[in-house]
Each structure stands twice: as C-alpha cells, then as structure tokens.
C-alpha cells in the first residue's frame, strides 16, 4: 500500500498519508488509484467529517507523477490521458473539508492535491515550484489549480522559473496559497487541531459551505481545465527528450534554486 489512512472516530477526522518517502512521495499508477478509492471511501464514512492529507517523513510532501510510471497516450494532439486528474477528493465529489499538511517540497502533480484542499499549512521549512517548463514540459493543470489560490503574478512566476526558483512557505502564505505556517515538524498537528474544530460542526453546515466556496470558482476553472489537454500535447516536447532533460536537470541552465 502506498497510502495509509488513520481514523479518529472521536475527533471525527481522518488523517491520509502518502507513504513513499523514499520517492519523496511521488505518485505512480497505484498510489493515483489508492487515492481516487480513499476519497470516494469517505464519502460513505458517517464518522470521519474532516481530513488532513500529508506525506511521510520531512523531505518532501509530495513531487508530482514518478517519473518511471508510463501512461499509455492516445493517438490524438486533442486529448491527453492524466493519471492524476481522479486523485483529488473534488475530483471523486468528496465535499467534506480536506486540508492538506506540507513538510519540505510540494512540486508537479502535487498541486493537483493542493488545489482542491481548502486550505494548506505548510512547516517554516517547506517549499513550492513546478518544474514543468525546465523539462519541456508544458504546466497547464497545476498552473490552473494555483491560479485558484495565487495571484495571477506569483502563478505566472512560479510556473516559468521552473525549478530555478522555489517559493517558500513564508512567501506562500504572504500569497495566500498558504494559511498558516508552523515550525518544522508541525504542520501535520496543526492541520489536524484546525481539522478537528471544523469536525466540531455540524457536518451539514460544513460540507454545504465547501461547496459555496467552491461554487465561487467553479466555473472559471472549468473553461481553463477544458483547454488544458490540447496545450500539453502541442506545446511538450516529445517523452524522450523530456527523460534527457530530467536527467541532465534541465541542461544544467539557471543554477542552483532560488528561495524566496
């Protein structure tokens, strides 16, 4: 299993951890289909009204697909198969409150995670980016997700610089992508003490609030995502030259990442 779910019945939350931190908790073929099950598994379970959603150990919430999952692609430069488009709870219609906890990087596909959560505490420690661009890659769904939750300038920045520029979780917050910033080491406890007042309420009330905050937004995140199949496939460059990229780290340009 490469995911693991933790239930306290009394507090009325769930904590979900990807379990992988030897991979820094990238996402393959099986952690994607864990996910999609945990989310629609909830939304039958009467006792859990709340989630934190977090990775293990400290190196790294999550960094996106493995980079050695390979996902069949259909003959067409209009469609685009996305393994992770069925790993967020909004995507499987869970509309329990889902807030996610970051300690160290939260890059790539881990903003497909990060962009249907309702809020993020991150440690001092963690960082943000997306590497799309260094590799040749076009970032069309996460660059949409936190055009949710950013500035249109910080998205616009973040997305382009690639992996020559991190944001940190000071910045983050400082932007609104993050809502609370704790030591290092605490952000999973902080997200389940807020977790837990939310859980306090009656549930109704709560998922029905979800879903106004959400309604706010919907529609023009709905435009963007329909357009976000056709930009990857015209804009990337071809798998092979992708793998040189990623393993030459974007041909040695830019130098070591900036934090700020």
Known sequence: MALRTERDEEAGVALVTLDRPAKLNAIDLETAGELTAIWRELRYDESVRAVVLTGAGTR?????????????QPPSPYTVDDPLLRIGPKANDLWKPVLAAVEGMACGGA????GEAE????????TFFDPHTTYGMVSAYEAIAM?????????ARMSLMGTAERVSAERA????LVSEVTEPGGAVAAA???????????????????RAVWSAKEAARTQAMSQAPAL????????????ELFEGR???????????
């Open 60 to 72: 790294a919430f999550c960094t996106g697909i493995d980079r050695g999952v390979t996902v069949p």
């Open 111 to 114: 903003f497909y995670l990060l």
């Open 119 to 126: 809020f993020v505490v991150a440690s001092r420690e963690a």
């Open 147 to 155: 055009a949710q939750r950013m500035p249109f300038g910080e998205v």
């Open 173 to 176: 917050y400082a932007v609104g």
């Open 192 to 210: 389940l003490r807020s977790a837990a007042v939310i859980a306090g309420y009656p549930t109704e009330a709560v998922q029905g609030t979800v």
């Open 232 to 243: 990857i496939a015209l804009g990337s460059l071809a798998l092979e030259r992708q793998a």
């Open 250 to 260: 974007g041909g040695g340009r830019g130098g070591e990442p900036r934090v700020r």
